[in-house]
């Protein structure tokens, strides 16, 4: 309930207004860096098997967000990043990177000729077993698509029994279901999320995960490819092992594809653990990006736990205006 409050009150032109009196108030700090995260831009619905979750913004929206970036901030690439880390090359005031992860198709279609538009630099984290892999989907849309296409009235889990007569109820259950998922075993999740494919009897879903080809041809248009492993497990959750081969793994398959492809690796999920961090360091990994929110000071942070502000589901731009201030009037749950 305060939620929804919050969340309309940052819609309301009134907080505009607070944010554009705390921006023009802004000090102009050196040596601090934003980075936002984006999984899809795409019109409302225009792929309804997918998890909503991830659609962060229409194409309008997207639009009015990086016309704010380039003109309130100075949109850096991660070559300028690793350019600091390497050779100490500073970076200009008010820095901001743009990431992507998971290589959905919308990036190709909606996202990147905006951020052309605007030049602004464009880094893809893409899990590497998905490309040109019709039959291999992400589990939470898999897990998406079963609850939205079944004809079962319910889902019986060792929990309890899930309606799923309602569009509320098929709703909640993804939400249940989502949560429960990211507590489990990668490879238990997976086989569990057959299970209830076969008990739900729906639909295989649509694929919709960029190819090699399309990769092939962004990486020439100057988008920067970095690793999101191969299959997407949260990767503090599988074997130190099982770890290295899905980071290094990844960025073997994109050098493989691509030829230049600088070391840098986004932690699916935001799942990392101390010996995951060491791990990425003696693989020769230079970046790491979390889902931790906050401000880089490059001075002090670590550069494989960079932290990154998620744009969650259609946020208001506000919203995502006061998360960029370096004053903590950003609701945490955002
Ligand atoms: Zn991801």
Redesign the pocket.
């Known amino acids: 309930m305060i939620k929804k409050l919050l969340v309309t009150a940052t819609r309301s032109p009134l907080f505009a207004q607070f944010v554009t009196v705390l921006e023009r108030l802004q000090p102009e700090r050196a040596g601090t860096l934003r980075i936002l995260t984006y999984?899809r831009v795409a019109p409302v619905d225009a792929q309804p098997y997918l998890s909503p979750v991830l659609l962060s913004a229409t194409p309008e929206g997207f639009e009015e967000q990086m016309r704010h970036l380039a003109a309130h901030y100075t949109p850096v690439s991660m070559s300028d990043l690793l350019d600091y880390y390497q050779n100490g090359t500073r970076l200009p005031k008010r820095a901001v990177m743009v990431t992507f992860?998971?290589a959905y198709c919308d990036f190709a279609e909606h996202a990147f000729p905006i951020m052309q538009r605007h030049g602004i630099p464009a880094t893809l984290?893409v899990?590497t077993a998905y490309p040109d892999q019709p039959e291999r989907f992400?589990w939470w849309d898999r897990l998406y698509h079963a609850l939205m296409e079944t004809r079962a009235p319910a889902l019986p889990t060792g929990a309890g029994i899930l309606p799923l007569e309602t569009a509320e109820q098929r709703a909640l259950a993804f939400k249940v279901l989502r949560g429960y998922v990211k507590t489990i075993p990668h490879v238990t999740a997976l086989e569990w999320l057959d299970e209830v494919y076969e008990q739900l009897g729906a639909p295989p879903p649509v694929h919709y995960v960029l190819g090699w080809d399309a990769l092939r041809q962004l990486h020439q248009q100057g988008v920067v490819m970095g690793a999101?492993t191969r299959t997407?497990p949260m990767i503090h959750r599988i074997t130190l092992d099982e770890a290295r081969e899905e980071a290094v793994g990844a960025y073997d398959d994109l050098r493989a594809a691509l030829g230049d492809v600088p070391p840098i690796f986004?932690y699916?999920?935001g799942g990392l653990s101390d010996e995951v961090v060491q791990m990425l360091g003696e693989a020769g990994f230079a970046l790491a990006f979390t889902t931790f929110k906050g401000i880089n000071t490059l001075k002090t942070a670590d550069p494989l736990r960079l932290r990154r502000f998620n744009v969650g589901r259609l946020a208001a731009m506000g919203l995502i205006r006061a998360q960029l201030l370096p004053y903590a009037i950003a609701p945490k749950w955002s």
């Open positions: 999984h992860d998971d984290f899990p992400f999101h997407h986004a699916p999920s």
